[in-house]
């Protein structure tokens, strides 16, 4: 069946460090991919989106590639900053007639200055 | 730009108390959602409708009932509330086909 997996709960950082969430998907044919993000007392935002296989995401420094031979959309950032301590979110729309999203359970990430 | 309006921020209700939250949107998206957020859970749909008077369930629809009567606005009613429950309920919308979600702020359920 169709779903997301995030299995990073929360990951701490220093600033400067480098960001990773992992994140993988499983559904048939070619899903539209995104990444959301959830400052506190916040609904999430849109933080990127990648509709064709193959392809990468950026925005305000973080990156993503949809990678369709390891079904997954990991997050990266080079070098995280305090203001980037929030919760992420990665989603999948699958492309089979009307269809909702999928979100992973999300990472909270909080990056010590 | 466009705006979602979630009323009211914050809720507190009893054991037993029917509970509705509202949501407005200006952007005349035709879809709007209801989503559950709990921690270590994501965000899972309760309810969401493709266009005015439409409502379809999503996998958390027991225990909750929606309501479409126009475009711009989606209720969704809490029918039993449950004793120490607590968690935040996020509205979205979006153009439909593969566009992205708009989401409001949320509002933060606590029942005593």
């Known amino acids: 069946g169709d779903s997301v997996i995030q299995m990073q709960g929360q990951v701490t950082l220093s600033e400067n460090d480098f960001l990773f969430i992992n994140c993988t998907y499983s559904?048939?044919?070619?899903?539209?991919l995104f990444w959301y993000v959830q400052y506190s007392g916040e609904g999430p935002q849109l933080l990127l989106q990648v509709t064709t296989a193959n392809n990468k995401g950026s925005s305000r420094g973080f990156e993503a590639t949809y990678d369709k031979g390891t079904t997954s959309f990991h997050l990266q950032k080079t070098s995280v900053q305090e203001i980037d301590s929030a919760v992420y979110y990665c989603?999948?729309?699958?492309?089979?007639?009307?269809?909702?999203?999928?979100f992973g359970k999300g990472t909270s990430l909080t990056v010590i200055p | 730009g466009g705006i979602i309006t979630q009323t009211p921020k914050f809720l507190i209700g009893q054991e037993g108390q029917k509970l509705t939250l509202k949501c407005q949107q200006n952007f005349n998206h035709d879809t709007m959602y209801w989503y559950r957020q709990d921690s270590g859970k994501g965000l899972r749909l309760i309810y969401y409708?493709?266009?005015?008077?439409?409502?379809q369930k999503g996998d958390l629809s027991e225990g909750y009932d929606a309501s479409r009567e126009k475009k711009s606005s989606f209720s969704l009613t809490v029918t039993s509330a449950q004793k120490n429950e607590m968690a935040v309920f996020l509205c979205?919308?979006?153009?439909?086909?593969?566009?992205?979600?708009?989401f409001g702020s949320g509002t933060r359920l606590l029942v005593i």
């Open positions: 559904t048939t044919g070619y899903p539209t």
């Open positions: 979205a919308s979006s153009i439909g086909g593969n566009s992205d979600y708009t």
């Open positions: 409708s493709i266009t005015e008077n439409d409502l």
């Open positions: 989603a999948m729309r699958p492309n089979t007639g009307y269809q909702n999203f999928y």
